[in-house]
């Protein structure tokens, strides 16, 4: 597929996207814009109702006093290794094969039990304490069992194919956003099984290798009114995950000690000092804004593709929070670790 599509199109266009220069880059699309958080609640509307979680996460009782059900798929969906050690013979939505299995919500040994409360907001749980919320998140180990059962962290929803994702998805700093072409309202009300469009752009110095290397043969290209659906998507999110960690105890599986002894440099030590910047009263977070000069509309390509049972499956909202906190990192504000 990869070959014929490329072969199908003309001499200069192959060219360019063989040197990545045919798709814009997220700069030269959107500028920056700074929003106050002031005392606004802008996380309570992504978050799915448990109607809407139970429907689309099989639910199974942990073993634990409270009985909180946790979000389940079949074993074959678990998965213990990391990103980079799971590969499959199958092409990623750009046509590239043997593509890495990226994770959505961070697979790092101790910068994933900062998603507590976005794991909650995903699976439409209402839990009371931080060991539940962590419960959602890592799933509970059974009595003589020697890996932990359920969890979102595990869950096939949780993990995408990408062609060399540890380089330019997964990275830091992050040099590609993909976000959903979907309204909010689809996207906390997916079933589990819809394909989805998304968009996918470059950012950051190396921007156009990351085209060379990965939308080299991606399928189709955005319209300007999809580009404004994502930027609208993105500025939702951003601005709901900025109000949780501001508002939310999303230090609570962290001691202050532990946090402490981190170098500085550390992604969870930035994090948590980030926390403490975005309570002050003026805090604001940069959103994306589409630059209204200086662009041709007409002229503007970014990359369109589509998201299948064939090619991996993630939980749009799951996606869309990954492209929120690469985007904020991308401004050197990264709203996760």
Known sequence: LRKTFMISLSVEERDQRSLGYFFNTLESVWSVRNVLLLENDWFAPIVRSIEQGTRLYETKAAVSDENIPLPMSPSSDWSSATNTDQTTTAFDMFNNPISQRAHLISDSKECHKAYGFISQAATGKRVPNAVDRLNILIGVKRPGATRRTGGLKHHRFNKMYLASEGDYFDSHPPKMVIVPLLSLECILDWNGTDEYDIMAITCGEYAEHCSEQVLRAAPSTCSEQEIEMARVLLEAFVKAIACSVRNDPVRESFTDDQVARLPPMNSLKRWSLLKTHLEGKMATIGVPQQRTSGVDWDDVRVA??????????????????????????????????
Do not use: F, Q, T
Request: glycine share 2%; proline share 9%; hydrophobic share 40%.
């Open 304 to 337: 369109k593709a589509k998201v299948s049972r064939a090619n991996s499956l993630p939980d749009p909202y799951l996606l869309v929070m990954k492209a929120a906190i690469s985007y904020s990192a991308h401004n050197g504000e990264k709203l996760m670790p």
